[in-house]
């Protein structure tokens, strides 16, 4: 295990970074280690950072910046290129890895996760058709009002997505870490056994109701049709061609869906406080579009906390999925073989809280250009103090 106790005094971001980096197991010959695990992982994650998007970049940057990184480790062999960065990301443990993402983030940024999306995304060009691989699906848990990756769990396909969740939500409720949160999930998740495990973790659930359980929908539609009186929260949104108007109604009476239900096997959600209706309208030059979306949540909320807590949850398409695919050009990678597509999704995670942390003026895509360019501004991103 490669020894950092000396290299940092204070706290930040980078030196916690590299504590739980020194964790990871090192799966090659210790006689042949030339790079150690510590050096190679930090060369990716600021390579990624400065807008680096292959290994062959990474190594580039590495050798133009060889000064800069021995600010933070040794780098006595200086750093590997392409072919031993590509063998070797291929064969770091993607869960370990993983693991010490989640590690880090929760002793970086402490009490930031009051509001949880988990949903999935795939890498659209990591599948690989000569080894009947398919593409990347990984399921990520995302602070909304923090804008921070919090952890992730990869699955073969979008169709096992949900045999990810249950090991996020252990993950993420490691140390009380949901303790007072609310989860939200799209209607992949709305059953009894994922709200069972959200409360178990200290949490509470928001949980889409769509077509794909009828049953449930039309109860809950029926529900606010025969309501009188429901109080409402509308919001304005207006930018990007369009103006778009929420009108959200909660219903908090609704001690039927703890009755005896009325077939054997019907669905029921433990702890159900409340059941949330969204309608939406987005008008554009061309067209009105109108939507209803509903929800089931064990926390008893207002029409205006209800309209926040959907509002945040699909915070995660922009502040995450978009940034990864447009600014860290995820969709664009072709990682195929070996653990590579996995380890270089949770750089960009590392690299992408990093950079957002960062409190200036600048946008994502500016704050990378700059680290590109200035080794002290690369500096500000990594030593980022914890929250």
């Known amino acids: 295990m490669f020894d950092i106790g000396n290299v940092f005094s204070c706290k930040s971001s980078l030196s916690v970074l590299l504590s739980h980096f020194s964790e990871i197991e090192d799966p090659r010959d210790v006689r042949r280690i030339s790079h150690p695990l510590p050096e190679i992982l930090l060369l990716v994650v600021c390579g990624t950072i400065c807008g680096c998007d292959d290994y062959e970049d990474i190594a580039g940057w590495g050798e133009t910046h060889l000064e800069t990184l021995r600010q ?10 392409e072919r031993w960065l590509t063998m070797l990301m291929n064969r770091i443990n993607p869960a370990l890895f993983a693991d010490a993402f989640a ?5 970086t940024w402490p009490g930031k996760a009051d509001m949880i999306a988990i949903d999935g995304k795939t890498s659209r ?4 058709k000569s080894d009947d691989r398919s593409a990347l699906h990984l399921v990520s848990a995302f602070a909304s009002t923090a804008t921070l990756v919090l952890a992730h769990e990869a ?3 979008k169709a096992n997505e949900l045999a990810a969740i249950e090991p996020l939500l252990t993950r993420l409720g490691a140390q009380g870490g949901l303790n007072g949160a609310i989860v ?3 209607a992949i998740a709305t059953n009894a056994t994922i709200a069972q495990a959200i409360t178990d973790q200290g949490a509470d659930y928001l949980l889409a109701v769509k077509a794909n359980q009828p049953t449930l929908r039309a109860e809950v539609e029926a529900a606010f049709d025969e309501a009188n009186g429901l109080e409402t929260h509308v919001t304005h949104d207006k930018g990007h061609g369009r103006i778009e108007q929420h009108t959200t109604s909660v219903l908090r009476e609704i001690n039927w869906m703890d009755g005896p239900r009325r077939f054997p096997g019907e669905m029921r959600l433990p702890g159900a406080a409340c059941i949330i209706r969204v309608q939406s309208q987005v008008t554009t030059k061309a067209k009105t579009r109108t939507e209803t979306r509903y929800f089931i949540s064990s926390r008893a909320m207002t029409q205006e906390d209800a309209s926040n807590v959907v509002r945040n949850h699909w915070a995660i398409e922009n502040s995450l999925h978009w940034v990864l695919d447009v600014t860290f050009a995820e969709d664009q990678s072709r990682l195929r073989n ?4 996995r380890n270089m999704a949770t750089v960009r995670h590392f690299a992408l809280n990093m950079v957002r942390s960062v409190n200036d003026r600048y946008s994502i895509k500016s704050r990378r250009k700059r680290a590109s360019w200035d080794p002290k501004y690369l500096n500000k991103v990594l030593q980022c103090q914890p929250g």
């Open 184 to 186: 939200s999930i799209d």
């Open 338 to 341: 070996g653990h590579g597509a």
């Open 155 to 157: 699955v073969p396909d």
């Open 72 to 81: 933070y480790l040794p780098y006595k062999n200086g750093v590997p290129g």
């Open 125 to 128: 060009r990591s599948h690989d």
């Open 103 to 107: 590690a880090w983030v929760r002793a």
